[in-house]
């Protein structure tokens, strides 16, 4: 009898109205002839199957209403009044239809009612299990990368954090909860300095501090890894903190890669040193003891120191790039910035030619300044030497020196294959290459600019870039005419 969700079958919810509108009526076969109006409670048997069946109810209701007002004055029913026997039921057939038309007007309403409200469930229900097929996919995704993520509210109660939280915060001793252990392993960069409370991440984020890629260290010192911590406030509106996020990058090996290279720059710098230190000084004696008639074998032989002062000059490089030299150590003095550049020049006039290029320099007569000369030489041989090799033929290199107030000023312009954005920002950075020095195979070790910048600023001064693709590229070095550790007594230098 019970429908399948404990409702009444179809045919018993059709049958119940019938049956009552029957009961009524022979009710009514005895109250109608005193009290006439009493004719409309078969009206409400009715309206149930108007509101139950719609459509096909109103009709069935219609019907049964007809018949039911034909039976009463078919036999014969009168009620107490004056007239016609069909003139007394006529307004009580009509306002029976009325009452069927409005209740089925309501039940209209009702279903439109009800079917925007379904409709809305139904978005509703989409719309939540949408949301909660996306929480599915993001939390699982959270759960399998490699990054600390671990979300908090206003108060600081953990909302949400993934495995890889919950293992480093096993390895420091502070857990995702905010739960400090008696033994605490979080370092500062140098791997040895413990951080206080106080400036533990967790206690920066809950003051409300934003932070990037802070490097720290966590573990017992036999089994330290490092991460790149950030934090970032989450707001519903202006003054309205929700809670705040913390995000940890492990970059355990990659640190431990550039330890590996620089300590292997290091050595093989400093076992090169040694020899190269020899040769320079074997070829001094060698050429004491040549005939100095004779030309052809002193032109080889100052080739070959050319050469070994040059690898001489990268073997510094790599040392200083490779960490192993704090700062830049100079030795100044008061030079002609004119011979200097002479000399500076000479060689790179040269590779100039052999690459097709024209070398145009314009120097300013009578530039004195307080520098380290091999510094500066440094400076000009990488800055020109890389546009020499980066420039295709044919092309031009401009080199510019003059003195602007006291400041002294290099300008060396190219008009080579320029450089991008994303290059420009990368490209005083140790061991870069751009990538067309990559795609022609153009000899080098990507830290000269990192050097000419140590150099530069070492004294004082300043490097600017300005480049964009196809247009060539222009730095711009300003230095001090009065460098540091000015030495008063020293004499000027001859070139």
């Known amino acids: 009898m019970a429908g399948a969700h404990g409702r009444l079958s179809h045919r018993w919810r059709l049958s119940l109205p019938l049956v009552s509108l029957v009961a009524l009526v022979l009710m009514g076969t005895e109250i109608v002839p005193v009290l006439p109006t009493a004719a409309l409670v078969v009206v409400l048997p009715l309206l149930w199957l108007v509101f139950e069946f719609g459509w096909p109810g109103a009709f069935i209701a219609s019907a ?4 039911v007002m034909q039976l009463l004055y078919l036999g014969d029913v009168v009620p107490q009044g004056e007239g016609p026997l069909w003139v007394q039921y006529l307004p009580l057939a009509l306002l029976g239809l009325g009452l069927l038309l409005g209740g089925r007007q309501l039940a209209l309403e009702r279903d439109r009612r009800e079917d925007r409200l379904t409709a809305q469930a139904n978005r509703l229900r989409a719309t939540l299990d949408a949301n909660e097929d996306q929480l599915l996919l993001t939390q699982t995704l959270l759960d399998i990368i490699d990054v600390t993520i671990v979300a908090y509210d206003d108060a600081g109660e953990r909302i949400w954090d993934n495995p890889d939280a919950r293992r480093l915060g096993d ?24 951080v206080p409370p106080e400036e533990f991440v967790l206690a920066r984020a809950h003051r409300g501090e934003e932070f990037d890629a802070q490097l720290a260290w966590f573990g017992p010192p036999e089994d330290q890894v490092a991460y790149l911590l950030s934090s970032r406030q989450i707001h519903r509106t202006q003054h309205d903190r929700f809670g705040y996020v913390i995000v940890g990058i492990p970059v355990t090996d990659v640190l431990d890669s550039v330890r590996a290279r620089e300590e292997f720059l290091t050595t093989v710098s400093h076992e090169l040193r ?4 020899s040769i320079i000084g074997y070829h001094e004696l060698i050429e004491d003891e040549i005939d100095p008639a004779d030309v052809t074998v002193l032109k080889m032989l100052r080739v070959a120191q050319r050469n070994a002062h040059v690898l001489l000059s990268r073997v510094g490089q790599l040392l200083q790039a490779s960490g192993s030299s704090e700062a830049v150590e100079l030795k100044t003095r008061t030079v002609d910035l004119v011979d200097l550049m002479e000399a500076a020049l000479t060689p790179l006039r040269t590779a100039a030619e052999t690459a097709g290029l024209d070398l145009e320099v314009d120097v300013q007569p009578g530039i004195k300044a307080t520098l380290d000369p091999d510094c500066f030489t440094q400076v000009v041989d990488n800055l020109v030497g890389n546009a020499v090799k980066y420039t295709p033929a044919p092309g031009t290199v401009t080199v510019r020196l003059h003195q602007r107030a006291d400041m002294v000023v290099l300008e060396v312009v190219d008009t080579g294959p320029g450089l991008s954005a994303n290059e420009q920002s990368h490209v005083f950075e140790r061991f870069y290459r751009t990538a067309s020095a990559t795609d022609q195979a153009v000899q080098g070790i990507g830290v000269g600019l990192s050097v000419v910048k140590a150099i530069v600023e070492a004294h004082g001064g300043q490097i600017d870039l300005a480049s964009s693709p196809g247009t060539g590229t222009r730095f711009e070095v300003t230095m001090p005419v009065e460098g540091p550790d000015t030495e008063p007594d020293a004499e000027p230098d001859a070139g």
Not at 64 to 67: F, M, N, R
Not at 182 to 191: F, T
């Open 64 to 67: 049964a209403l007809v018949t």
């Open 274 to 277: 040694t020899p190269l230190t």
């Open 171 to 194: 390895l420091a001793g502070i857990q995702t909860d905010g739960t400090i252990e008696p033994v605490v392993h979080y370092y500062a960069p140098d791997r040895v300095t413990p």
